[in-house]
């Protein structure tokens, strides 16, 4: 079965600093997908970044970076110089690849960023 | 581009009761999933559509049930409401295009469904 930990529960930065949130991931699966997803107080889930199993490559957007390990099964997210809009609650996903079995997203139990003037 | 638009709201129901609730899909996009998020907690998966037809399925009891349309809109159905169904629940669509491939899946803003 597919299992994703967000140990971190809260993380409160102040503005401008840089902050990692941890993702760690079970699968047993060779082809998979991992996400990140922003949900603003409003609820609304915005996406933020998609990852196949076979692009272990960093990824950098703006003040957004991905950093995949598939040999630690992590695939971390920082934010470089913090700002109060990025106050949120931030969630990591997977997606097994399933024959004509729909592809559910299973998703960590988020961490809460609050980030401060 | 229109997005995924969920309907409605809020929602107050007592125990017992049945809910449904609606979502449309984003311009181009043929299936649909719905999560059940509780608070505090991470979306847990209740089932997919895709093509009409149910197209996966969470841990959820057959009181949780749903309908896909020809225009791809959604229903989710619950029967019998419980206590423990007073969650957010979020409809996603994506275009789901090969037998063995996952797309992104975009959200819409949630039903905040309580049961009193």
């Known amino acids: 079965a597919q299992k994703v930990t967000q140990a971190q529960t809260e993380i409160s930065v102040v503005e401008k600093e840089d902050v990692t949130l941890d993702c760690v991931y079970e699968?047993?699966?060779?082809?998979?997908?991992l996400f990140w997803y922003k949900q603003p107080p409003s609820g609304e889930l915005v996406f933020l970044i998609r990852?196949?199993?076979?692009?272990?490559q960093n990824e950098i957007s703006g003040r957004y970076s991905w950093n995949f390990q598939k040999s630690t099964s992590s695939f971390n997210f920082t934010i470089t110089a913090s700002q109060v809009v990025d106050s949120a609650v931030y969630f990591c996903?997977?997606?097994?690849?399933?024959?004509?079995?729909?592809?559910?997203?299973?998703f960590g139990g988020g961490t809460r960023l609050m980030v401060k003037p | 581009e229109t997005g995924v638009t969920q309907s409605p709201t809020h929602l107050i129901k007592t125990r017992g009761q049945q809910v449904t609730l609606r979502c449309s899909s984003q311009?181009?996009?043929?299936?649909v999933s719905w999560y059940q998020q509780a608070l505090g907690q991470g979306p847990q998966f209740i089932f997919q559509?895709?093509?009409?037809?149910?197209?996966g399925r969470g841990n959820f009891p057959p009181r949780f049930s749903g309908l896909q349309f020809p225009n791809y809109s959604s229903e989710l159905n619950v029967n019998a409401l419980e206590l423990d169904d007073s969650a957010l629940y979020l409809c996603?669509?994506?275009?789901?295009?090969?037998?063995?491939?996952?797309?992104?899946?975009?959200f819409g803003p949630g039903t905040r469904l309580t049961v009193l």
């Open positions: 699968t047993r699966d060779t082809t998979y997908y």
């Open positions: 996903a997977l997606s097994e690849i399933r024959n004509n079995a729909g592809n559910m997203l299973t």
């Open positions: 559509y895709y093509r009409e037809e149910e197209n």
């Open positions: 311009s181009g996009h043929n299936t």
């Open positions: 996603a669509s994506s275009p789901y295009r090969l037998a063995q491939s996952t797309d992104t899946q975009y």
């Open positions: 990852r196949n199993s076979f692009d272990e």
